[in-house]
């Protein structure tokens, strides 16, 4: 019994602490904003102040819009950067690993290096980029940038790698072209890993900061995120509660993601990045 | 008219010739087993013929059409793989109707062909599986519905029992052979199994090192050789083949100072000329009066006793015999002259008597 | 490796790899090489008129003490938070991975940070820590440690590596979990037909077949702490107090876009830029070449 206690207390800690800072925005949430300004949170949460969760969304709060906005900003930069990253890098992983024309791995090893060239070590240029296109405080500018992918195309170029040859022999021998093939069989066989690859790509997009600080400053555009970190930045006069509340809305959706889709996502991080 | 000709096919990858020229005819019906060891260019004689690798040189015909340039889906062949390659996402059903549904066939005669195959294979009851839920027998048998919906000229089989157990080879094997005769659909069928081959095929094609080294009937590869490595490689146990010289007119065969008769025939060669004897292990006769050769190991296999004799270091030696015989520290044996093979040391080809 | 069976054709596979290529080149490469070519120019005051002016700005980097000062503490920061995610999470996995009851719900707890953003990290851990409001800031003022990250950079510097860390652990954690499960059932009993038990089974036989693991994470997570931490960062005081948690980073995006100075922030950007190409090689010779052959 001794050698199952050490282990089942230190994992239990560990869960605690874990969650505490979410336990504590979700009791805070529901209390009152003066009271934990005077440093008296409770770890109860308060189930009368519910109604903050009604007031945040529709309403907002001081320096910040009405969340139900931000969270369509950031659901629809999540959806259309995971989306897009799998519709641009699906192709592309498909003709390297099924083709063979000229300059095919100078056009792999061009993806691969983005990969070594993160928003931060850019930031000036793709700025102006961005400013020469006009694509400064719009939604296509908040996303199209980030929908190029080295990661996905590496998973996905991992995912065909694996597939047996004979399935490919198969198909042709049964009249399959490549986009039929593409189709029919490299497509659906590769189901759990554009799944794996979807939940990664959305928390990925979901958390997005510096990119939508550089491009978007137009409020309309703020994410969910943004939105929250320009919350606590007002030192005066913070309305507590209501930034808890925020925090809690913003963590919901992509912790849902992860946790209901937890086997493929798992699998799909481990297999492909090592 | 010719089921499959094959016409000086080549194949290299870079500076590594995998195939050195097969010229070949099958007759339609036919089926022709391609059987070597790994690496002797039968699977890449069959990717050729099905169209997933191009020849270097060479020709191919299907049913004297040139399809030597076409895509695999031009040629009105089908193929079995070894790993059966079903797709897994799709039901049993769909895996055989695929190719119908890719060539724009209508519904209904698409149902009407694949259940027309499932009765014969048995899988009517299977239809609506997915590749995961089948087992390995079952999974060959899809493998092969897969190919007979499409109504062939030309079957390909590569491998296609190597991913079952020995029992289940066995049962497959006979099935194979009795859908073959019974479709008869021209076939090429590839192992690395001499007994499939010797079961399965009409003529057999023995490859080695990229070269056909015999083309003829099991019963004649089996029991006329036409070189060492295929005497080696057909039955087994393998034939013993024991180094000597041609002595007494072509007539004898010395064998480190044994001299061992070789009946009514003769060879027209000069004496001392460096030959091969082979004689098959069920063959060595015992005989109290023949050289004595230490045992080494003895292998009891229930219904035989096969025997390894000689010294370490030298030609060794072995017998297949009845369980029940004697056998002590040592036999005696003797080679009886009518099974008696004799190749050339030099070349490794089959010497014929004048 | 290559595959055995190809598809003919080159304009079907061009096409398909085109769209890629161009976001790829207008929103990386050029960029990219835009500003290496500014970090080899400067402006005049005015804005109208830039010079060829060689490495100059690297020189005037590199002779800058408080950029210096900034590769110190990116330092500090990254060791910080390697190590403790590193720790953490290898310890939380190895007891994840003994038989014991509730497993899989101790792993379902223990993954969701993942999902957490990194700013997102940043304002709950600053909800815990705020000296008045936090639960545990104001708990560390009443016992009368005087907590402020406001005011003092050592306590600013210790709660960004932690804010940091944690969200990492989870990362970590499913790596190590993956690599342990990875480990033959067989050798850990040979292990234990051998009498090994306990820590020292776990450092003679599972430490190191799981060094593979713990040098993939090391790589990844200095890349996370160097580069994917300006949100957690700036965030939690935007540098501050002062430039205590001023991190190479957020200097780059400071001085660049804050106080407009583009030479030097190109040059700290190509600086950053071969930090990354540094690791990315080491992450390749020792551990990645799977991912790419």
């Not at chain 1, 986009?179 to 997005?208: C, E, H, K, M, T």
């Not at chain 2, 295929?230 to 146990?237: L, Q």
């Not at chain 3, 085109?18 to 960029?31: G, S």
């Not at chain 3, 509730?102 to 993942?114: D, N, S």
Request: aromatic share 8%; net charge positive; charged share 15%.
């Amino acid at each position: 019994m001794t050698g199952r206690f050490i282990p089942h207390a230190v994992l239990t800690l560990a869960v605690l602490l874990f969650a505490l800072p979410i336990w504590i925005a979700i009791a805070g949430s529901t209390q009152d904003s003066a009271v934990i300004a005077r440093g008296e949170l409770s770890l109860i949460p308060d189930l009368a102040g519910l109604g903050v969760y009604r007031d945040v969304l529709l309403h907002g709060s001081a320096g910040a819009g009405p969340v139900w906005r931000a969270l369509l900003v950031s659901a629809g930069m999540a959806l259309v950067i995971a989306l897009g990253k799998i519709a641009l890098s699906l192709p592309s992983a498909y003709a390297v690993t099924f083709f063979r024309f000229p300059f095919r791995m100078t056009a792999f090893w061009l993806i691969f290096l983005t990969l070594m060239l993160p928003v931060e070590v850019r930031l000036i240029p793709t700025f102006q980029v961005m400013s020469n296109l006009d694509l400064i405080n719009s939604f296509t500018g908040l996303t199209l940038p980030l929908v190029a992918s080295a990661t996905a195309t590496l998973l996905f170029r991992q995912t065909f790698l694996a597939i047996p040859d004979e399935l490919v022999e198969a198909a042709r021998m049964d009249g399959a072209g490549p986009l039929r093939f593409l189709r029919d069989i490299l497509i659906p066989v590769s189901g759990a890993n554009i799944a794996a690859l979807f939940v990664i790509l959305f928390v990925y997009g979901w958390n997005q900061y510096l990119w939508p600080l550089l491009v978007a400053t137009d409020p309309k555009l703020d994410t969910v995120v943004i939105g929250i970190v320009k919350m606590i930045g007002l030192d005066t006069a913070t309305e507590w509660n209501k930034v808890m509340a925020t925090a809690v809305l913003a963590l919901i959706p992509p912790v849902a993601v992860v946790l209901l889709m937890q086997r493929w996502f798992v699998k799909g991080l481990t297999e492909g990045d090592k | 008219m010719a089921g499959l000709r094959l016409e000086g096919l080549r194949k290299s990858f870079g500076q590594n010739e995998i195939l050195k020229g097969v010229d070949l005819t099958l007759a339609d019906g036919e089926m022709l087993v391609i059987v070597g060891a790994s690496g002797c260019g039968k699977s890449t004689l069959l990717r050729l013929v099905a169209g997933l690798e191009t020849p270097t040189a060479g020709r191919i015909l299907i049913d004297g059409r040139d399809v030597t340039r076409l895509d695999p889906s031009e040629r009105d062949i089908a193929m079995v793989f070894q790993n059966y390659a079903l797709y897994p996402h799709m039901s049993v059903f769909e895996n055989m109707a695929y190719g119908l549904k890719i060539r724009g066939l209508p519904k209904a005669g698409i149902r009407a062909k694949v259940d027309a195959a499932s009765a014969l294979l048995g899988l009517d009851a299977l239809l609506d599986r997915k590749p995961r839920q089948l087992s390995g027998g079952q999974r060959q048998r899809v493998a092969m519905g897969r190919a007979i919906v499409r109504d062939p000229k030309l079957f390909l089989f590569d491998e296609p029992l190597s991913n079952l157990d020995a029992k289940l080879r066995v049962q497959m094997r006979g099935e194979i052979r009795r859908l073959q005769r019974r479709l008869k659909v021209t076939s090429l069928y590839v192992t690395h199994d001499q007994v499939e081959a010797m079961t399965l095929g009409d003529r057999l094609l023995v490859m080695h090192q990229g070269v056909p080294v015999q083309l003829a009937t099991p019963t004649e590869v089996f029991e006329r050789p036409a070189d060492t490595y295929v005497a080696g490689f057909i039955g087994s146990p393998a034939m013993n083949l024991l180094p000597g010289t041609l002595g007494r007119n072509g007539t004898a065969v010395s064998l480190e100072g044994t001299e061992v008769g070789l009946g009514t025939r003769r060879y027209a060669l000069p004496d001392g000329h460096g030959v091969i004897l082979g004689i098959r292990p069920e063959h060595v006769a015992l005989d109290p009066s023949g050289r004595e050769w230490p045992v080494e190991v003895v292998e009891l296999l229930g219904s035989e006793t096969l025997i390894h004799a000689g010294r370490t270091g030298a030609a060794t030696l072995t017998l297949r015999l009845a369980n029940g015989a004697p056998v002590g520290e040592a036999v005696r044996v003797s080679f009886p002259p009518e099974h008696l093979h004799l190749f050339d040391r030099a070349t490794g080809l089959r010497l014929d008597p004048a | 490796m290559e595959r055995r069976t190809l598809f003919p054709g080159r304009l079907l596979p061009a096409l398909l790899i085109l769209p890629q290529l161009v976001l790829t080149f207008v929103f990386f490469l050029w960029p990219a090489l835009q500003a290496i070519k500014s970090s080899l120019e400067r402006e005049d005051a005015f804005g109208t008129s830039t010079e060829f002016v060689g490495l100059e700005n690297f020189a005037d980097l590199f002779n800058d003490p408080l950029y210096l000062a900034a590769i110190g503490r990116t330092a500090v920061f990254c060791a910080g938070v390697t190590a403790v995610s590193i720790g953490v999470a290898l310890l939380l996995a190895v007891l994840a991975d003994t038989e014991i009851r509730g497993r899989a719900f101790y792993r379902t707890m223990l993954i969701w940070p993942y999902a957490v953003a990194p700013a997102m990290s940043a304002v709950l851990w600053v909800l815990m820590f705020h000296p008045q409001i936090g639960l545990v800031g104001a708990f560390l003022n009443r016992i009368g440690i005087g907590w402020d990250y406001k005011l003092d950079g050592t306590q600013a510097m210790l709660l960004v590596i932690l804010a940091a860390a944690w969200k990492q652990i989870s990362y970590n954690f499913i790596f190590f979990l993956a690599g342990l499960q990875a480990i033959p059932k067989t050798i850990i009993e040979a292990a234990r037909i051998d009498g090994a038990r306990g820590f020292r089974r776990f450092r003679t036989i599972i430490l190191p077949l799981l060094m593979p693991t713990v040098y993939f994470l090391l790589v990844v997570d200095l890349v996370y702490a160097a580069f994917d931490t300006f949100a957690t960062v700036y965030a939690v005081n935007g540098g501050g107090p002062g430039q205590s948690t001023q991190t190479l980073v957020l200097k780059v995006y400071l001085d660049g876009i804050v106080n407009a100075n583009i030479g030097s922030s190109s040059a700290q950007s190509v600086v950053l830029m071969v930090g990354v190409i540094v690791l990315c090689a080491i992450q390749f010779r020792f551990l990645g070449r799977k991912a790419v052959t």
